[in-house]
């Protein structure tokens, strides 16, 4: 049997922490389980996992060994490959409804139910050496590596609104916090707060990040120094020991799109909406991880998996319930419906066996 002929109760789009969690939980509950993996974890560059009870500091390659391993170990299927395109069945696969998954290898995996924990893309300011150093003396989340970077320089680049945010929030990690305003006007409510907690505000025109080598050595802005024929311009960089940023996280939901599944705008950019389960608008579609909660860290992820998990579960729960209790009835009916009788067919008293002819119309008896 070819792998597009097998259904699976379940597919799993995304291989992370939110979709191995739930691949956990399905495969536990008996359901038959596929988990598609594209290999582009957000947290690749990190060095550790921070935050999740049990785990704290593993590198989040052993993290999603360990849960490939824990799931294949009861019955679960993962796929290294990528998920270009999503469709209904034109069938119901058995009368539970059912997804046909286009694979980029050319490969489709067909199943009941589908689980998007496919993540998110975070995508960064322009401003040179963010990329080169992202993960590592770039920053963007207190609650991942605000332990890391404690009591030391932090540069944090206001190159959105939300700059001031992360530097009021770090400032609990730290007594130095560098807010660089870049293009980023300042009202004096905020110059205020920067003040009252001695945020040191660094003006003029980020140009870049200073490295040496792989190392973060500062921030690179342009200081224009007024002069009788106008101004001068120079650009000085500022020691800093980390540099945080503010990124847009927007789902990776493409592949998802022809069976209704759309984004909801954010301001930290876009996700897949979902009710506190994790339940779509979308009929036999659920969401989980960053795909549905951008601000989600590993362990809220993996929890989110697991509560979908649940859910799904108990959804297959009614559709056999209404399902038996519908053949349960058919049955019922059948029962309590005589059998019709032919009178034409050959009949004997003694023998249920005849001619046919042994009927008296008259008294209506054979």
Not at 111 to 132: F, H, K, M, Q, W
Not at 250 to 272: Q, W
Not at 315 to 321: G, I, P, V
Not at 323 to 340: K, V
Request: net charge negative; with cysteine; proline share 4%.
């Amino acid at each position: 049997m070819s792998q597009h002929e097998v259904v699976r109760d379940v597919i799993v789009v995304g291989g992370g922490a939110a979709g191995l969690s739930a691949a956990l939980t399905l495969t536990r509950a008996r359901r038959t389980t596929t988990v598609i993996d594209g290999g582009q974890p957000r947290n690749a560059p990190a060095s550790g996992v921070h935050g999740l009870l049990g785990h704290e500091g593993i590198n989040p390659a052993e993290l999603i060994a360990r849960g490939r391993a824990e799931v294949e170990g009861y019955g679960g299927q993962i796929i290294d490959d990528q998920v270009i395109d999503v469709a209904r069945t034109p069938d119901d696969l058995g009368g539970l409804g059912g997804f046909e998954v286009t694979l980029r290898s050319g490969n489709r995996v067909r199943g009941r139910r589908l689980l998007i924990a496919t993540g998110l893309v975070d995508e960064l300011p322009e401003v040179p050496g963010v990329r080169e150093q992202w993960g590592r003396g770039v920053l963007h989340c207190p609650f991942c590596h605000g332990w890391e970077v404690r009591d030391q320089r932090i540069g944090v680049l206001a190159t959105d609104p939300m700059g001031v945010h992360k530097a009021l929030l770090f400032r609990l990690w730290t007594d130095d916090v560098v807010l660089f305003t870049g293009e980023q006007a300042l009202d004096d409510a905020q110059r205020t707060q920067m003040a009252a907690l001695d945020v040191t505000l660094v003006e003029g025109a980020i140009v870049g990040l200073d490295l040496d080598g792989d190392m973060l050595r500062g921030v690179q802005v342009v200081n224009r120094t007024p002069t009788a024929s106008g101004s001068t311009e120079v650009v000085e960089v500022v020691q800093v020991d980390a540099v945080v940023v503010s990124t847009r996280m927007v789902v990776r939901a493409e592949p998802f799109a022809g069976i209704g599944i759309e984004l909801t705008d954010h301001p930290m950019g876009a996700y897949i909406e979902a009710n506190e389960f994790g339940q779509t608008a979308v009929e036999g579609v659920w969401a989980a991880g960053n795909a549905s909660s951008l601000g989600a860290q590993v362990s809220n992820a993996a929890a989110e998996g697991a509560r979908a998990a649940q859910h799904i579960v108990a959804d297959f729960m009614k559709a056999n319930l209404e399902r038996a209790i519908a053949a349960h009835a058919g049955n019922d009916a059948r029962a309590a419906t005589p059998a019709p009788v032919d009178v034409t067919a050959d009949t004997n008293p003694s023998t249920g066996t005849g001619t046919g002819t042994d009927i008296d119309t008259e008294k209506g008896h054979a």
